[in-house]
């Protein structure tokens, strides 16, 4: 029994020699290390060519959440820990009651324009 097609398998006919030099050129990296505050290691790889003052000094760590740092014996600690806002704080926060009331009094009255129901 004869089998057809390429005498290597899972090659192209073709096919030129596989090898770096195929896939372009592969730019030089550094592996830069951040700790966060619990001592977990981050790896990061960066350019060999990017200025030093181009590295995040910090990162938020991927296993907690964290901020990390790049040195190990002192990582960063978190600023402040805010709660969860809602979006009617956010706006509370930008508008008094009275633009409240005189913003809400518009939206009615267009309201009850279009279903015409607006009362003289």
Do not use: C
Request: charged share 30%.
């Amino acid at each position: 029994m004869a089998s057809g097609g390429s005498a290597i398998r899972g090659s192209r006919v073709g096919a030129g020699p596989m090898g770096e030099q195929d896939r372009g050129f592969h730019a030089e990296r550094i592996q830069v290390s951040y700790w966060d505050a619990q001592g977990n290691e981050t790896v990061r790889s960066f350019s060999a060519t990017l200025p030093d003052e181009e590295i995040p000094e910090t990162i938020d760590s991927p296993s907690t959440g964290l901020p990390a740092g790049r040195d190990k014996e002192n990582p960063p600690s978190v600023a402040k820990l805010e709660p969860y806002k809602t979006h009617l704080a956010y706006v509370k926060e930008r508008r008094s009651d009275e633009e409240a009331s005189e913003l809400l009094e518009e939206a009615l009255v267009q309201l009850r324009t279009r279903r015409g129901t607006v009362s003289s």
